[in-house]
């Protein structure tokens, strides 16, 4: 079985790493293309996961994204076409593998877990054979997207599916010049080239200066970010692309104004705060009613300290995921 798999952010190559592994475990071919965008391309080299780039971001707003969609969708077709055909196409989130695949008549998957990035939907779920989400997500969100009859649906969070063989490597901390004694706070900027986010987020703003001086790891999403960060002084801003999930591991509190980092850290029994500013989905009204996601509407409500792991870490097996993912090639 030929499988091919596209990886647009920097999540994606987390969430699909341990289905690429399953399946070349299994004796299928699995191609890989990937997206220059935030720490994609570098988390592939980290990860050992050979990847042909293709493509960038193609910036902010509706025009931005169909431009990219166009413009990748079809350099992604003209790289299919000069491979030996695929079985199935997958990705997370990816319109433009999903777009490519059904120009080139391959059945595609797509999955993901926020369900109000309308524009996105509209296409991956009427193109894909399946859509994987996780269970929280209540059905009827995603009837307008024509989904209902693809649905395969999962039981907890994708991240206790990655995460199931993770453990932490302490090495992260020597590598970003941190005292493992003190009380260690990891941030994640806001989404700020995302579609659905359209506007800022000065609570944000407020959740850096509450925490500027402490032990406090920012991880920006774009460059620019990185360089205000670093203007700004009083934060750890690394260099490069880091142990993200021991960094989250060993930290004390986590606070993100994103999805993917605040899933991780709940994931892994870490406290963490949310600050979105956007329409919240089923996942995270879950974890909030089950007091795992705390929302955060001061700043200086903000509990930093020194503590024991407060729950242990929920891991569930990633062979669940890689069924419901090829089900598509069963349709």
């Not at 509209?122 to 894909?128: E, G, I, T, Y």
């Not at 669940?320 to 089900?327: K, P, Q, R, V």
Request: one cysteine or more.
């Amino acid at each position: 079985m030929r499988l091919w798999v596209d990886l647009t952010n920097s999540p994606h190559v987390l969430v699909l790493r341990p289905v690429i592994a399953a399946l070349r475990a299994r004796g299928s071919e699995v191609e890989v293309t990937a997206r220059d965008f935030a720490q994609t391309l570098a988390l592939c080299r980290r990860f050992g996961i050979a990847h042909t780039p293709i493509g960038a971001h193609a910036g902010r707003g509706v025009v931005g994204k169909a431009v990219g969609l166009v413009r990748r969708s079809a350099a992604l077709r003209r790289w299919a076409r000069g491979r030996p055909p695929f079985d199935l196409a997958l990705g997370h989130g990816s319109n433009d593998v999903t777009v490519a695949a059904a120009e080139l008549r391959v059945p595609s998957s797509t999955m993901f877990d926020y369900e109000w990035a309308t524009l996105q939907h509209q296409v991956n779920c009427r193109l894909a054979r399946a859509v994987v989400v996780p269970e929280a997500i209540p059905p009827e969100r995603l009837r307008r997207y024509g989904a209902t009859h693809k649905l395969q649906r999962y039981p907890g969070l994708k991240e206790e599916y990655y995460l199931a063989d993770f453990e932490p490597d302490p090495a992260v901390l020597g590598e970003l010049g941190l005292d493992r004694g003190a009380p260690l706070a990891v941030v994640r900027t806001p989404p700020a080239v995302s579609l659905y986010h359209r506007f800022e987020n000065s609570l944000f703003a407020g959740v850096l200066e509450r925490l500027r001086g402490e032990q406090t790891v920012v991880l920006p999403r774009t460059p620019e970010q990185e360089a205000e960060l670093r203007a700004a002084g009083g934060f750890i801003v690394p260099r490069a692309a880091i142990d993200a999930q021991s960094l989250i591991a060993f930290a004390d509190v986590v606070i993100s104004a994103g999805g993917t980092m605040n899933r991780e850290a709940v994931a892994l029994g870490v406290p963490v705060y949310t600050t979105f500013g956007g329409r919240l989905g089923g996942v995270d009204e879950a974890l909030i009613r089950e007091k795992r996601l705390i929302p955060l509407s001061d700043p200086r409500s903000l509990d930093v300290r020194k503590r024991d792991r407060e729950r242990e870490p929920v891991r569930r097996d990633p062979a669940l995921m890689l069924e419901l993912l090829l089900s598509a090639g069963e349709s």
